[in-house]
């Protein structure tokens, strides 16, 4: 069996909800497991029901919204479908219950149970008007066959829990598609989870390394992916065929073609992955696997606005050592703020980081223990099989603030002069 995934972008609105099913008639696969995100910016808009609800501000109009839209796409692309409506009206009766609950707990929580509608509302819409394009498939919640802890909003997956897992339907029996959520997870006593924003294209590597897919297929506005982010460079290259490494590597340096997380699962059980468009489906797109002779060596680089570079001092003017910084490390896990870059000398220790405004509470944190400095406004550069004249190229016109080099990949903190 194949996994497909399909984003955000794709089920936008009417129209991407049927080229689903232009995608799926086009191959005539049976034995498909089909993971869908949220409708285009939905994830964004219930996080701000999320901010509203934690703040105690009205959510409810923000709600309605929500509920509008995707019942005027249920409407288009299957008005007949009483079970879905009814469906759908149960989901949003099962939010509103939920913004009556007092706030007691940490809203991360809080946050995984609401956000999680996006996706349960845009699956039961692909999969009504699939099965009324005759497109047959079963409807499956994800929470269901995803096993998690329970640290919302970043959810670590319980790989145990999954290989004796047996709620997810046989492909032995009718249906042969099953379609389902990404993003989402439950906690074993049933507490909803999410994987981490984007986290979808990880869901559907999680899929199939359960199930041993023959292949995985994100499917995307883009073609595939790129040397560089073609909305930002001139003369980007598609990159037709990488390692799994060379990908891991350029999406956790912040490539955001795939979900940092997606390709572990997936190599560990050499299951390719292909990078795809769902607007052109002649076009190639990018096949990630095995290491081959093919592995592209061009240049590669990756730009991160948006980041703070912050310097932590011991009060006392000790040194920094491996005390402190087991601490300091401690905070940033617990805050769960990710560490772009690192630096350490006698006596700082130098960190990039998206700017956010968790990351701002961790400053003030760190303050009470540490003099802290940062620099606002920085962006991270990182170029992977880097050359002289594409290094010069890129840092052309900035302030260079730290510098690191490996053999493969170049890295910089850099800010506008
Ligand atoms: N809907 C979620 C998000 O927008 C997950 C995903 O799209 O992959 O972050
Ligand atoms: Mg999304």
Redesign the pocket.
Known sequence: MKVFKF??ASVKDAAGVRNVAEVLKHFALDDLLIVV??MGK???ALEEVVWAYADGRDALPKVAELEQQHFAVLKEVAPDDDTARAALEEQFHALRFQLTIPVILDVDHYYDQFVAF??LWSTIIVSAYLNAAGIANKWVDARRIITTDDRHRAANVKWDALEENTNLPSFDEHPHRILTQ??IGSTEDGHTTTLG?????FSAAIFAYMLDAESVTIWKDVPGMFNADPNRFADTKLLEHISYKEAIELSYFGASVI?PRTLQPLQRKHIPLYVRSFIDLAAPGSTISEATDHDTLIPSFIVKPGQLLISITPRDLSFIVEENLGDIFKLFAKRNVRIDLMQNSAVAFTVAVEDTPRSRSLIEELRKEYEVLYNEGCELLTVRHFDEPTLARLTEGKRILIEQRSRATARYVTKAL
């Open positions: 984003g955000g995100s949220a939905t994830t964004n996006g996706e990404g993003f924003r984007e986290g979808s294209d979900h």
